[in-house]
């Protein structure tokens, strides 16, 4: 790889790891609510003096950890870095299945089936498609070994077929748009078309193609009817897609609309922050937001790690 392309995949991976953990401070001010009007979330951005992130970077970060220092996936490993980064800040807004799955593997039960005993048949959230980034990012010239460490990822808190299909279409989303250049524009059907080439499940197919009919939309309620803003993986992350491929030219208003239709917009906006970082690169990001954003050096630090294994790979 010539040295101009580096750096330019370098700036992506920057891109996706911060954009994501912006879209997810930024979206945690209006959890929970109804829509919102995109001027008022522009105005509090301006207004507030940090970007304090929750349990969805909190986890993204032990994702990239692990896999850095795993140079790839062990279960085993990540699920510890889970714990680990959990008990040092557990009042990052986690949920409440997490926490009792890490006791759970405190207590002996192995890493790839706690999650299967806490729930009968596996919880379908969007906890591991929301922190799943680093993995499409390491994996992104290899979408069948993402799509299995993706599923392996998932599994140590999320084992749902939904949950783990979530985490693989998410992570794709970020490896297609790490590979378009950034000065190249986004062929939206095309990309809609990979996407559904690589999910297998049908409910995560017949979103996809329900993206493609709202792209003109500008009813935002039917936007939410149609693709969802809620907790469960089939609606939020095709709802993610669908913010991006809206705008795909700017991080702002692809995160900005994440956010302005209410609900899980956190997780929401951190994921469509992770592809259009991952598309259009740190730069694209707007810089007043970036100095608010904490431990912003810490996780440039680990997009610089991810990019330097994913050049040089053990």
């Given at each position: 790889?010539?040295?101009?392309?580096?750096?330019?995949?370098?700036?992506?991976?920057?891109?996706?790891?911060?954009?994501?953990?912006?879209?997810?401070?930024?979206?945690?001010?209006?959890?929970?609510?109804?829509?919102?009007?995109?001027?008022?979330?522009?105005?509090?951005?301006?207004?507030?003096?940090?970007?304090?992130?929750?349990?969805?970077?909190?986890?993204?970060?032990?994702?990239?950890?692990?896999?850095?220092?795993?140079?790839?996936?062990?279960?085993?490993?990540?699920?510890?870095?889970?714990?680990?980064?959990?008990?040092?800040?557990?009042?990052?807004?986690?949920?409440?299945?997490?926490?009792?799955?890490?006791?759970?593997?405190?207590?002996?039960?192995?890493?790839?089936?706690?999650?299967?005993?806490?729930?009968?048949?596996?919880?379908?959230?969007?906890?591991?498609?929301?922190?799943?980034?680093?993995?499409?990012?390491?994996?992104?010239?290899?979408?069948?070994?993402?799509?299995?460490?993706?599923?392996?990822?998932?599994?140590?808190?999320?084992?749902?077929?939904?949950?783990?299909?979530?985490?693989?279409?998410?992570?794709?989303?970020?490896?297609?748009?790490?590979?378009?250049?950034?000065?190249?524009?986004?062929?939206?059907?095309?990309?809609?078309?990979?996407l559904q080439n690589f999910i297998p499940n049908q409910l995560y197919q017949e979103k996809l193609a329900q993206i493609k009919e709202?792209?003109?939309?500008?009813?935002?309620?039917?936007?939410?009817?149609?693709?969802?803003?809620?907790?469960?993986?089939?609606?939020?992350?095709?709802?993610?897609?669908?913010?991006?491929?809206?705008?795909?030219?700017?991080?702002?208003?692809?995160?900005?609309?994440?956010?302005?239709?209410?609900?899980?917009?956190?997780?929401?906006?951190?994921?469509?922050?992770?592809?259009?970082?991952?598309?259009?690169?740190?730069?694209?990001?707007?810089?007043?937001?970036?100095?608010?954003?904490?431990?912003?050096?810490?996780?440039?630090?680990?997009a610089q790690k991810l990019w330097q294994l994913a050049i040089c790979p053990a």
């Open positions: 790889m010539q040295d101009v392309q580096k750096e330019k995949l370098r700036l992506k991976f920057l891109g996706c790891l911060l954009g994501a953990a912006i879209g997810d401070a930024l979206g945690a001010r209006w959890e929970g609510r109804r829509m919102s009007r995109s001027e008022d979330i522009v105005f509090l951005a301006e207004r507030l003096e940090q970007l304090i992130y929750t349990d969805d970077t909190h986890m993204t970060i032990g994702v990239a950890e692990s896999l850095i220092e795993s140079k790839g996936f062990d279960g085993e490993h990540m699920a510890q870095t889970f714990i680990k980064n959990y008990d040092a800040e557990p009042w990052r807004g986690y949920g409440p299945g997490p926490p009792r799955i890490f006791r759970m593997i405190k207590d002996g039960e192995a890493w790839y089936s706690a999650a299967n005993r806490l729930y009968r048949g596996g919880s379908f959230g969007n906890g591991s498609a929301m922190r799943v980034a680093p993995v499409g990012l390491l994996y992104s010239r290899d979408l069948e070994k993402l799509r299995e460490i993706a599923y392996q990822s998932s599994s140590i808190t999320h084992s749902h077929e939904l949950a783990r299909e979530g985490a693989s279409l998410q992570a794709c989303a970020v490896a297609l748009a790490v590979n378009t250049p950034s000065d190249e524009d986004i062929d939206k059907e095309a990309f809609l078309s990979k709202l792209l003109g939309e500008q009813d935002k309620a039917k936007v939410i009817a149609v693709l969802g803003n809620g907790i469960e993986a089939p609606r939020s992350v095709p709802t993610a897609i669908y913010c991006f491929l809206r705008q795909p030219q700017s991080y702002k208003d692809a995160v900005i609309y994440a956010i302005s239709l209410g609900g899980d917009t956190d997780t929401i906006a951190a994921m469509a922050g992770a592809i259009s970082g991952a598309y259009l690169g740190i730069d694209a990001i707007p810089p007043e937001w970036l100095a608010k954003l904490e431990n912003k050096d810490y996780i440039e630090s680990l």
